[in-house]
């Protein structure tokens, strides 16, 4: 059973940064790929970054291009959110899923193991 545990959420500055990291259980991590999806209070789970398997593809959402950047280091079953010019309207529990595919997907209902989230609020 794939266990996902995230940490590096925090209380930040518009315009700030934070690095969120994955953590995972199992050794056959490299056969997951990894999605970050993001749940702000009173609004829908909005997937916001993924990574392939092997870290080959990624892809971001609209609302984040250009300031997040997603990585990954297989050899210690890890993945990163590299977040930049943070933003109030980034203000969620941060979650960090794997589906059990190599490819990615926008989709947060095809993510089959979630973390139990971090929280990340961008305010003055």
């Known amino acids: 059973q794939l266990q996902l545990v995230e940490s590096g959420g925090d209380l930040v500055q518009p315009g700030g940064s934070l690095r969120l990291s994955c953590t995972a259980s199992?050794?056959?991590?490299?056969?997951?790929?990894i999605g970050w999806v993001r749940q702000a209070q009173g609004k829908e789970r909005e997937a916001v970054s993924c990574?392939?398997?092997?870290?080959?593809?990624?892809n971001y959402a609209d609302s984040v291009k250009d300031r997040f950047t997603v990585s990954r280091d297989n050899a210690k079953n890890r993945v990163y959110l590299q977040m930049n010019s943070l933003k109030p309207e980034d203000t969620a529990v941060y979650y960090c899923?794997?589906?059990?595919?190599?490819?990615?997907?926008?989709?947060?209902?095809?993510?089959?193991?979630w973390g139990q989230g971090t929280q990340v609020t961008v305010s003055s």
């Open positions: 899923a794997a589906r059990g595919y190599s490819s990615c997907s926008a989709l947060a209902e095809e993510y089959h193991y």
């Open positions: 199992l050794l056959t991590f490299d056969y997951y790929a």
């Open positions: 990574i392939s398997s092997r870290g080959g593809m990624t």
